[in-house]
C-alpha cells in the first residue's frame, strides 16, 4: 500500500493550502489526515468515508479546514484556510480498512505545512 501526499508548503496566517493524497494497492473505506507537531503527539485533523457520506474533524480545525474526495480514484483532500501559526505540522496521509471491529491502518509520508505569523 502507498499513500502519496502533496501540497505542502509555506503560507502566511489568514492563508490557505490544499493537500493531496492518492492511494494504490489496498483497499480503503476512509481515508483522512493526521498532523504532527514537534513534541506533540499526532491528531486527527480529518477523514472521510469511501462513500463521501460521513465526515469527521478535529476540534482544532471545525470550521477552518475541508476535506473531500473520491473512492473509486482512492484520493482525498484537504483544503485548509484561515490557517494560523498553530497549524504549522507535519501533515500526514491516511487510510484505512475498517472493519468493525478495528482497522487495518495505513500511513502516508508527512508533508510540511508551515504558517508564519
Known amino acids: 500500500v502507498q499513500l502519496q501526499a502533496s501540497g505542502g508548503g509555506l503560507v502566511q496566517a489568514g492563508g490557505s493550502l490544499r493537500l493531496s493524497c492518492v492511494g494504490s494497492?489496498?483497499?480503503?473505506?476512509?481515508m483522512g489526515w493526521y498532523r504532527q507537531a514537534p513534541g506533540k503527539q499526532r491528531e486527527l485533523v480529518a477523514t472521510?468515508?469511501?462513500?463521501?457520506?460521513?465526515?469527521v474533524y478535529g476540534d482544532a480545525v471545525k470550521g477552518r479546514f475541508t476535506i473531500s474526495g473520491d473512492g473509486a480514484k482512492k484520493t482525498v483532500y484537504l483544503q485548509m484556510n484561515s490557517l494560523k501559526p498553530e497549524d504549522t505540522a507535519a501533515y500526514y496521509c491516511?487510510?484505512?480498512?475498517?472493519?468493525?471491529?478495528?482497522?487495518?491502518?495505513?500511513w502516508g509520508q508527512g508533508t510540511q505545512v508551515t504558517v508564519s505569523s
Open positions: 472521510i468515508t469511501a462513500s463521501g457520506g460521513y465526515t
Open positions: 491516511y487510510a484505512a480498512w475498517d472493519y468493525g471491529l478495528g482497522s487495518y491502518d495505513y
Open positions: 494497492g489496498g483497499i480503503f473505506n476512509v
